[in-house]
């Protein structure tokens, strides 16, 4: 689309919702989440900024959401909710999906919408972790590239 709002292009076109996109650090390809026919689910999905070249990058059957690229390219971080349906944790995985993704949180309840520092040295995301379940923003460095050191 231009600037002005002329030239729309659809990029996807799926009976089911597709959401939540970003581009990569240098913007020649998209992720995001696309829901299954009956909406229980959700897997990441990249694809080039055209629409071309579209890749399914989780097949975790379950809640796959909130896709960001890590900086240098290399890596997305989502949220899944694998370990229950309740239980939202960050997971980071390669971007083209050759390997299993790597468990980055593991704290009962929500840990949501990563975003990583330009830097890619740190993350934050948003988090129920307090006691009365309230949302917070929590940030880490250490903990976290320490268990996705298999990518790195």
Not at 14 to 27: L, N, Q, V
Not at 60 to 74: D, E, I, Q, R, T
Request: proline share 5%; net charge positive; hydrophobic share 30%.
């Amino acid at each position: 689309m231009d600037a002005d709002g002329s030239n729309v292009k659809r990029l996807t076109h799926t009976k089911t919702y597709d959401g939540g996109p970003f581009f990569s650090p240098d913007g020649k390809r998209i992720v995001w989440r696309r829901f299954s026919e009956n909406g229980r689910d959700a897997e990441i999905f990249t694809m080039n900024i055209d629409g071309s070249d579209q890749k399914q990058i989780t097949r975790l059957n379950v809640m796959s959401w909130a896709p960001f690229y890590h900086p240098s390219g290399k890596y997305i971080i989502f949220a899944t909710n694998v370990h229950g349906h309740r239980n939202f944790e960050l997971y980071i995985v390669d971007v083209d999906g050759n390997k299993d993704p790597v468990r980055v949180t593991d704290k009962e309840g929500f840990d949501g919408l990563p975003v990583f520092t330009p830097d890619g040295n740190y993350l934050t995301w948003t988090s129920d972790r307090t006691p009365d379940k309230k949302g917070f923003f929590s940030t880490a460095n250490g903990i976290i590239r320490k268990r996705w050191r298999v990518f790195l």
